[in-house]
């Protein structure tokens, strides 16, 4: 049992299960579900795929619905592929890293003095959540850069494997926001470096906006 049964999680108690997953996280796999809310046209977007993460900063998600698209990391470069146009659109994450960092991965074998570092945390509750018994963490960044574009983030910690089942950003002086809904995880299966490799097809056309 990861903790006592009749003992209700604290910000605390959360974070230290979610250091001993972090100890022997080394890869991840599940389906993905990225939906983003537009308050000013009452839009919502929503595009599914399949996420795979090492933990040596390397990241693909493969989106095939409703357009395909492919988005690969590889330490400080990001890749987005949109086959409908064939072209790549290139970014050097550098002085943007401790943005996109926020986005992705957060959870998934982060250490919890990092996240105290980052964040402001709160425990929201416990609640269930995809059939799961799931605590909810709130997250305020600390950074003005971040606060800038996010003022919370809320994650769901499934807590059978303690590591985050959905993720909603709350965008800074607006009612948008983006959640990361992720289904079937799996940990730890074994991710050869085929996957994290430029496999665009010939011809394409390279860009290289501002990050």
Known sequence: MSRAQNSAPTTDSVLRMMDKSAQDFHTLTADIE????????????????????????????????????????????????????????????????????????????????????????????ETEFDHKKTVMLELTPKSDQVRKQIAKIQMWIDESSWLPIQQKFFETGSEDYLIFHYTNVMKNLKIGDGQFKQDWPKGVSRTKPRA
């Open 34 to 125: 990225h939906i983003k809310y537009t308050d000013v046209v009452k839009d919502t977007s929503t595009e599914s795929g399949k996420l795979f993460v090492r933990r040596d900063e390397k990241m693909r998600i493969e989106f095939t619905k409703p357009d395909p698209r492919t988005i690969l990391r590889n330490g400080d470069n990001l890749y987005v592929f949109t086959p409908k146009i064939n072209r790549v659109e290139e970014y050097d994450l550098g002085k943007s890293r401790e943005m996109v960092d926020q986005y992705v991965l957060l959870g998934f074998g982060t250490k919890s003095e990092n996240v105290r570092k980052s964040y402001l945390v709160t425990m929201l509750g």
